[in-house]
């Protein structure tokens, strides 16, 4: 799919890009973005570093004055890019990516992402026609490295969580030997924290904790520990999944309501009526329901960061999330934290525990509404052909009640839903589908699936 994708620029390095794209790029998106400072960092990946001083010398020439606050999280490059008011920023990342891919995720002023739609493709455009090599404005010099950041970030975070409320919780953490390594052992007392070693090659599993072998090694621990859930980050830390007492994964989408709950905890009473949570196109009818019953509005936005936060300040929302695992909020300057939904969650998973109940009964009045497919990936030559048999063969299904097209197509009927759409990262074509019961799922899944041409899904 090559290196410029809708929210960042991402591939394997060597294949996808290499470091005169990275110059070069670094040279074009100061034409691009407009400001001066820049804020830079990176992940752990043997390949970043070297990214970072090709990138840093591409800026610098440009002309802009560069800060390199090292390695970090994703969320920690948007946290200072706002709060330290850097015109633009970069974090050196493939976020959960294999550790062969790398790869460069821009924010403007304030944090707002720079994504295809809004930017990338012009930084595409000059790097192809090699206009970025112009002279440079001024002499290289290197980026100033600012030291202090990770101490700032911490402290940040604890302000917004009383670590006591997890004193009960017998709980593990497992950083995945990503970037949440260097917090969650100030973050996380009392955890049972694996996988804490920065290690790029990603030598205990996958950074990417969708993929069920990832998730293999906490689900084990919790179950011959008897812990009360376990916390998966992934590679660059921006998302945060759980899996439950059994061991069991606990869907992302059905954490947004618990996400709001205890957000929404933090405001006054009178702050809390008709207030704001942002989803995307993916997210469980059962969600959106639970949402709407603690008298919240849901808005859905259409799949990605580039997309949820913008609008998440366009529509003045406290908070949301995806099925991804990607949790927004507005104290965050409408960025996604990993860290900060993670330790929102324990709080009410805490709660509960106090009152009686499992992490698992507690989702179950959100989780146990509906049959969830979860995300079905094909990869097929022609998506829209396939789309197309797809949306003919939903006729079958019932009496279409309203069609969204914002992302994909969300058709919604009595019985349930379904998603389709094209994956703007990945070459899959995707598809989601929700049902009143297990056996109408089981039909709906066999219709689309033989509509797709592919019979056996990723």
């Known amino acids: 799919m090559g290196f410029f ?18 110059y070069r790029a670094g040279r074009a998106l100061p034409k691009v973005v407009p400001g001066r400072r820049w804020l830079v960092g990176r992940d752990c990946r043997s390949t970043s570093a070297s990214i970072l001083e090709a990138l840093v010398k591409g800026l610098g020439e440009a002309g802009v004055e560069v800060v390199d606050i090292g390695l970090c999280t994703t969320p920690m490059v948007y946290f200072f890019t706002a709060q330290d008011g850097f015109d633009g920023s970069v974090m050196i990342t493939a976020s959960h990516n294999p550790p062969t891919d790398n790869g460069l995720k821009v924010s403007m002023s304030t944090a707002l992402p720079v994504g295809y739609a809004n930017g990338l493709d012009a930084v595409e455009r000059l790097v192809a026609a090699d206009a970025a090599h112009f002279e440079p404005d001024r002499a290289f010099q290197p980026a100033s490295v600012s030291p202090e950041h990770l101490a700032r970030y911490l402290a940040w975070q604890k302000e917004q969580t009383d670590s006591g409320l997890f004193s009960g919780l017998k709980y593990a953490v497992d950083a995945s030997c990503g970037m949440a390594s260097l917090l969650v052992r100030e973050l996380f007392p009392g955890a049972r924290i694996i996988n804490d070693k920065l290690d790029g090659s990603f030598p205990c599993h996958s950074p990417n904790p969708l993929d069920s072998s990832a998730r293999e090694q906490v689900s084990r621990l919790v179950r011959e520990e008897r812990l009360d859930c376990a916390i998966i980050f992934d590679g660059d830390a921006d998302r945060a999944m759980f899996v439950d007492e059994n061991g069991c994964f606990v869907q992302s989408d059905y954490l ?11 405001l006054a009473p009178t702050e809390r009526q008709g ?36 609008l998440l300040r366009k529509t003045g929302a406290l908070c949301g999330g995806e099925l991804a695992g990607h949790y927004y909020f507005r104290e965050f300057y409408g960025c996604d934290s990993g860290i900060l939904a993670a ?10 525990k106090k009152a009686g109940a499992t992490f698992s009964e507690m989702m179950r009045p959100i989780a146990g509404r509906y049959a969830n497919s979860g995300e079905l990936n094909f990869k097929i030559a022609d998506k829209d052909a396939a789309i197309s048999r797809v949306l003919a063969s939903a006729k079958q299904l019932g009496t279409e009640l309203s069609r969204s097209t914002m992302d994909g197509t969300r058709i919604e009927f009595a019985e349930g839903w379904i998603n389709v759409r094209k994956s703007n990262t990945e070459p899959y074509l995707r598809i989601l589908a929700e049902c009143d019961t297990s056996a109408r799922l089981h039909d709906w899944k066999r219709l689309l699936t033989e509509a797709v041409g592919c019979l056996q899904p990723r």
């Open 5 to 22: 994708k809708a929210y960042d620029m991402r591939g394997t390095f060597g294949v996808d890009f290499d470091l005169d794209t990275v």
């Open 256 to 266: 947004i309501p618990i996400v709001a709950r205890a957000t929404m905890a933090r």
């Open 275 to 310: 207030v704001k949570i942002i989803h995307d196109v993916r997210t469980s009818r059962g969600a959106i329901e639970a949402i709407r019953e603690m008298g919240c509005e849901s808005v859905m936005v259409p799949v990605g960061h580039a997309f949820a936060k913008p």
């Open 343 to 352: 330790l929102r969650i324990l709080g009410e998973i805490a709660a509960a």
